[in-house]
């Protein structure tokens, strides 16, 4: 399965690399469309290597902002054009400027849409302490549980950014699931962590259209050699220590 990563979406004009035109959506769902699966459907069916070869697509969205609801939601969901998304949420900025309201984000957990933590600050975890560290990851999790009545076992790094320590926290603070922006299939190196293509609006659409058929290509020699010899896994463990 492919994960697909996306930030805010705009009518035009986009701020940042990150923030993409709801024509470059339509887009990018015109050539995955019939392949979307539910959040349900890809937690149900992601352990299964079988599954994770297949070219089923999930779409998620980072940072909680308003399109989620406004967008993404009203007029895909709501309408069943799309079987629903994973929604990464920093708790700090919930009903700030431009990002949803905790009302909003409990309709979203009611209808379809997963909502996993972002973190509270959107801080790059592999920086702060250890204390810091796990206030990140305990209080983003039972704040949101607390709003949404259920378990929230979802987590994606803020950047991208992980370590050994960081993914060790968040498994022991109760997270099951573990988003990365790293490319290639939904399946990272480790069992809890998974793959994303963060996407931006410099990708064009043949880069889009590429990833879709074979995310794995997009990758580098050294995952393509190291994989072949087995020390794939070994090295990343190094590499993130
Ligand atoms: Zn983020």
């Known amino acids: 399965m492919i994960v697909l990563n996306y930030h805010e979406l705009v009518e035009a ?11 470059t959506f339509d887009a990018h769902l015109a050539l995955c469309k019939d392949r979307l699966v539910s959040p349900q459907w890809f937690l149900e069916h992601c352990p299964n290597p ?8 999930l779409l998620t969205f980072d940072d ?40 909003m984000i409990e309709e979203l957990g009611r209808n379809g849409v997963a909502i996993g933590s972002h973190g509270m600050a959107h801080v790059d975890l592999t920086t702060v302490s250890d204390v810091e560290l796990s206030r990140e990851l305990t209080v983003s999790k039972s704040m949101l549980e607390d709003r949404l009545g259920q378990q929230v ?10 370590s050994r320590r960081v993914w060790d926290a968040a498994l022991k603070a109760g997270y099951t699931h573990l988003f990365t922006i790293q490319l290639g299939y939904h399946r990272g190196f480790e069992p809890f962590l998974y793959s994303r293509l ?20 997009m ?11 087995g020390l794939y896994r070994q090295l990343m463990r190094w590499r993130h220590r």
């Open 198 to 217: 963060c996407l931006t609006n410099r990708m064009d659409a043949d880069y889009m259209r590429q990833h879709v058929r074979d995310p794995d290509a």
């Open 219 to 229: 990758r580098g020699v050294a995952w393509r050699v190291s994989t072949r010899l």
């Open 153 to 162: 076992t979802l987590f994606a790094f803020p950047y991208g950014r992980f």
């Open 50 to 57: 079988k599954a994770s070869r297949t070219g089923s697509v």
């Open 64 to 103: 909680g902002f308003l399109s989620d609801y406004t967008h993404v939601y009203a007029r895909y969901v709501k309408t069943g054009r799309i079987p629903g998304f994973m929604s990464f949420i920093p708790v700090d900025f919930v009903g700030s400027p431009g990002r949803m309201s905790w009302e």
């Open 13 to 23: 004009s986009p701020s940042n690399a990150w923030c993409l035109t709801h024509e």
